[in-house]
């Protein structure tokens, strides 16, 4: 048997390589040190994205809002979705989830069909609207998720599935950063 025999070695191995680089980053304090948040790429919305968020909710303009852009095609996109989804909210952000438009109808229909969503989960998952197809098209890797605050949005996007813990930092450091940096300019 070799150094990776099976699956669990292998998680376990990438589980370690992840904690480790979590040890090498640092675990973030309490309270951040002046001008931490300095150094996280901030920008104004575009016009349009500010309207597609609007069109997904009015509340956008006031609390974080995480954008999650779902496929079929991503393996554990729909799968992880729910669970993501309540992580956030757990965290006091607003979810937004689009359908990738680039999926046909019928495929979306047979995805969520095998996927086992609920009817809510099924029903909080909206087609994107066709204004803002050209703001997101170029997206190649799903789930794709922005986080906006306002009229700002943080420039990283998050790709793809990941823990709850990570998840939520993911979530938590780009919220710090929309509320303590300066917009750098629309793109």
């Known amino acids: 048997m070799g150094l990776f025999s099976g699956r669990r070695s292998m998680n376990r191995f990438l589980f370690f390589l992840w904690c480790l680089s979590l040890v090498a980053c640092g675990a973030p ?92 989960d099924r029903q909080r998952l909206h087609d994107q609207p066709v204004l803002c197809h050209s703001v997101w098209n170029r997206v190649d890797h799903l789930p794709f998720s922005l986080v906006f605050l306002g009229s700002s949005v943080h420039a990283w996007p998050i790709l793809g599935v990941m823990p709850d813990t990570a998840w939520r930092d993911s979530l938590e450091l780009r919220r710090q950063a929309l509320l303590h940096a300066e917009p750098k300019g629309a793109r």
């Open 29 to 120: 304090s309490e309270r951040p040190a002046e001008g931490l948040y300095d150094r996280y790429p901030v920008r104004e919305a575009t016009g349009l994205e500010r309207h597609c968020l609007l069109m997904g909710s009015v509340e956008a303009q006031t609390r974080a809002t995480v954008v999650m852009l779902l496929s079929p095609r991503m393996a554990y996109s729909l799968l992880e979705w729910p669970r993501m989804k309540a992580a956030a909210e757990e965290a006091h952000f607003q979810v937004l989830a689009w359908k990738d438009p680039r999926v046909t109808a019928s495929e979306w229909d047979d995805a969520l069909a095998a996927s086992g969503l609920d009817s809510v």
